[in-house]
Nanobody, 124 residues
Framework: QVQLVESGGGLVQAGGSLRLSCAASGSFFSINAMGWYRQAPGKQRELVATDTSGSTNYADSVKGRFTISRDNAKNTVYLQMNSLKPEDTAVYYC???????????????????WGQGTQVTVSS
């Protein structure tokens, strides 16, 4: 099993910055992909950014403002958010695709896990 613990959310004024962190712990062989998703009130959860073995992907709405990075030694993913806008207000969730054991690695099998979420509020 994998546990994901997020931190770094909070209240910030428009134009400000926040940095989210998510650390993975538990019993697993390796982490394949890690990423961030967000869900605003009344809306569906949406992708913000992902990092799959160093290959990154961003939602169009955050390109040029957000940067995802990973520290593989610490099994931690970060999301640096700059030039924040009120529309970035949401609960941000960390996601990880884990390979649980050597058998899963041989099969190419991963399992997805979610963090508990951290609130980001951007005031205008």
């Amino acid at each position: 099993q994998v546990q994901l613990v997020e931190s770094g959310g909070g209240l910030v004024q428009a134009g400000g910055s926040l940095r989210l962190s998510c650390a993975a712990s538990g019993s697993f062989f390796s982490i394949n992909a890690m990423g961030w998703y967000r869900q605003a009130p009344g809306k569906q959860r949406e992708l913000v950014a992902t990092d799959t073995s160093g290959s990154t992907n961003y939602a169009d709405s955050v390109k040029g403002r957000f940067t995802i990075s990973r520290d593989n030694a610490k099994n931690t993913v970060y999301l640096q958010m700059n030039s924040l806008k009120p529309e970035d207000t949401a609960v941000y969730y960390c996601n990880a695709d884990a390979i649980l054991d050597i058998g899963a690695y041989v099969r190419g099998s991963t399992r997805g896990y979610w963090g508990q979420g951290t609130q980001v509020t951007v005031s205008s």
